[in-house]
């Protein structure tokens, strides 16, 4: 099962805790140098071994019959086995304890009994027995017909005898001569007095727990009475007790019928959880506290648990140790610390219901295991009665509405500070950009520039190449001519004369119409045109 609610933990993990709160003494008093804590756990879990609980009882073997096993009485002139089901071998076994067993009359009138059944007759006070066929006793005023019955009836009683047929995974208590109580098994029987059937015929199969004898009848459900059938289902252990010795037994079914052996119950040994009762406790305002507590365990040795405890279940054990637990740890607590649990001391936490499994959960641990179980989880869920519902609930809202204010508050303040970080880095990767569009801005000029300057070099270097090529081979006049034919169809006035001397100057001073070309052409062809004539040109 699983709680469906609010403030429920339920799994194994230990939230942020203080350190165990022992529990007090039942009379109020404390042992600080032994810590000893009250309740189950101060009769059975301590410290060291000299204080550990010890069992009341003795863990042994019990012996007990399966019902399997039972073997019936022995024949005598009361009891006597039915060895198969034919109507002869009833009439047999019912003449062998001294029972008068009449035969078909050769009458075709009277009473008539049909094969399988038997009729109930007596004579003079004494039961008799009709077998199959006619049988005429209206002439006999001391015999009385009273009923034909079928004899696969369970139990069939005339007068004092009984005749029992029990069936496949079923019993029955009789009891013989000497007054003992005896279990019968699947078989057929017939028996008179002394000898008595004390029970109906009860299945061994279709309950869990038992069927008591006890007032004459068979009780289900009754764990204790003179005699019993005993069934442990799957998942179970059967505790017996046979004087102060303490037994268990695996799953099947059993008889118990000797002096001194009792059945105590079934032991669940598998994983199971429960639910507990709502425990009501108390704060020191006071303010009633009502806690639903469910507990999931798993129980190793049921012998040690119940020899220790009285109990039969490790869930119900702990039940009267959460009740203490709680009285204890919240009869500490007022209604301040149950609105607000993180101002509880030493807790960090802020659910009642965390607060109360990490106080808890390592006392139930350590009682779990001290009697042979071993708890797996605890969950807690606190609420309350009427008005103080009220008021808490009132309380809690005041309380979430400034913790909303204080949240508001602080997602706004967080969210102007994201927006104004937001701008300025808005306006920095803007600045960022203007900066990044302005170098590559500056470099693409330079680039082009640069290019420019390049292309300009490069043509120049071609045309002086050019006419460096142009006058290459031409002697001085030849080229003296030529300027002066190119100079002359730039419209060049400012011509003076040239001398005829090689020594003449080429070009008068102050002339500067000469295409700069031409200059730097004639500048490079000046050496070897000199040598060849013999002086300078210009």
């Known amino acids: 099962q699983c709680m469906q609610a609010i403030e429920l933990t339920t799994d194994n993990k230990q939230p ?15 042992d600080e140098k032994k810590g000893m804590k009250t309740g189950l756990v101060a009769a059975f879990v301590g410290r060291n071994s000299e204080e550990a609980g010890e069992s009341h009882m003795n863990i042994g073997e019990v012996k007990i019959k399966r019902v399997e096993d039972v073997k019936p009485p022995k024949n005598s002139s009361n009891f006597w086995v039915v060895d198969s089901d034919h109507d002869d071998a009833y009439l047999d076994a019912l003449d062998k304890i001294g029972v008068t067993v009449i035969r078909a009359w050769s009458c075709g009138v009277g009473h008539r009994v049909l094969p399988g059944h038997i009729g109930l007759l007596t004579c003079k006070g004494s039961p008799q027995i009709a077998g199959v066929g006619q049988h005429f006793t209206q ?3 001391t015999t009385t017909w009273h009923n034909t019955l079928a004899l696969s009836e369970k139990i069939i009683k005339h007068e004092n005898l009984t005749i029992v047929n029990v069936g496949s995974n079923e019993g029955a208590f009789m009891q013989d001569e000497k007054h003992r109580i005896l279990p019968l098994g699947p078989g057929r029987y017939v028996m008179k007095e002394p000898c008595v059937l004390l029970t109906d015929v009860v299945s061994t199969m279709a309950r869990d727990g038992a069927y008591a004898l006890k007032g004459g009848r068979m009780i289900a459900g009754e764990l204790n009475g003179r005699a019993a059938f005993v069934k442990v289902p799957a998942g179970y252990v059967g505790l017996f007790r046979s004087g102060n010795t303490i037994g268990e037994q695996p799953p099947g079914e059993y008889v118990i019928y000797k002096q001194g052996v009792e059945f105590l119950g079934n032991a669940n040994v598998q994983e199971y959880g429960k639910n507990l009762n709502t425990i009501r406790v108390y ?5 009633p506290v ?3 507590v469910y507990v999931r365990v798993e129980l190793h040795k049921p012998r040690i648990l119940r020899g220790k405890t009285q109990y039969i279940n490790l869930i119900d054990a702990l039940e009267e140790l959460v009740a203490l637990k709680l009285k204890d740890t919240i009869g500490a607590l007022s209604r301040n610390d149950l609105q607000n649990p993180s101002e509880i001391p030493d807790y960090n936490g802020s659910s009642l219901a965390d607060y109360l499994k990490a106080v808890s959960t390592a006392e139930l641990a350590e009682f779990a295991a001290s009697v042979g179980g071993t708890l797996l989880s605890i969950g807690f869920r606190v609420h309350y ?10 309380q809690a809202v005041a309380t979430l509405k400034v913790e909303t204010r204080l949240k508001n508050a602080n997602a706004v303040a967080r969210e102007a500070g994201i927006i104004a970080v937001g701008e300025r880095d808005a306006l920095l990767e803007k600045e960022k950009g203007k900066i990044i569009a302005e170098v590559e801005r500056v470099e693409k000029i330079a680039a082009a520039k640069a290019k420019a300057i390049r292309a300009i070099a490069e043509a120049e270097a071609k045309a002086i190449r050019t006419v460096a090529e142009a006058y290459k081979g031409l002697d001085a006049q030849a080229v003296q001519a030529t300027v002066l034919e190119r100079l002359a169809a730039q419209g060049v006035e400012k011509v003076k004369n040239i001398s005829s001397k090689s020594t003449a100057t080429f070009l008068p001073e102050g002339f500067s119409g000469i ?6 052409a004639l500048k490079h062809l000046m050496p ?5 004539a013999g002086g300078s040109l210009f």
Not at 16 to 30: E, S
Not at 386 to 394: L, V
């Open 385 to 394: 009665e009427g008005s103080y519902q009220a008021a808490m609930n009132q």
């Open 283 to 287: 704060t020191k305002d006071p303010t």
């Open 16 to 30: 942020t805790a203080p350190a165990v709160i022992p529990l007090a003494h039942m009379d109020g008093g404390k």
């Open 515 to 520: 295409n700069p070309l031409d200059l730097a």
């Open 290 to 292: 009502d806690v639903d």
């Open 139 to 141: 002439l006999n005023l």
């Open 528 to 532: 070897a045109a000199e040598k060849k």
